[in-house]
């Protein structure tokens, strides 16, 4: 069993920054992929991106390409998104998750991952 545990949400201005953390109990942290998601009020959860295990890959949905970056500390078992200029549509739940089947690559469905977090709010005002 694992365990996931998001942190770094909060109220922003549009145009601001956020770093958001995942800090993961899990057997052997560098063995999973790790992703985050959102999920707006009333959508669907949704990808926003993805690292390999070792960090040399990356993807990120359309939206957030150049202003979000995913980075990993495997040291630290720790996932970070970095957000930047974010905008009121960027406010969202966000969960991270773990995947172990997909360890090497960068897994962009749910259905791919074993391990989510209960999630930080973000919040982008305008």
């Known amino acids: 069993q694992g365990q996931l545990v998001e942190s770094g949400g909060g109220l922003v201005q549009t145009g601001g920054s956020l770093r958001l953390s995942c800090a993961a109990s899990?057997?052997?942290?560098?063995?999973?992929?790790m992703g985050w998601f959102r999920q707006a009020p009333g959508k669907e959860r949704e990808f926003v991106s993805t690292?390999?295990?070792?960090?040399?890959?990356?993807y990120y949905r359309d939206s957030v390409k150049g202003r979000f970056t995913i980075s990993r500390d495997n040291a630290a078992n720790t996932v970070y998104l970095q957000m930047n200029s974010l905008k009121p549509e960027d406010t969202a739940v966000y969960y991270c998750?773990?995947?172990?089947?997909?360890?090497?690559?960068?897994?962009?469905?749910?259905?791919?991952?074993?391990?989510w977090g209960q999630g930080t709010q973000v919040t982008v005002s305008s």
């Open positions: 690292i390999s295990w070792n960090g040399c890959m990356t």
């Open positions: 899990v057997r052997t942290f560098s063995s999973y992929a």
């Open positions: 998750a773990a995947s172990s089947k997909y360890y090497y690559t960068t897994p962009a469905l749910r259905a791919q991952y074993d391990y």
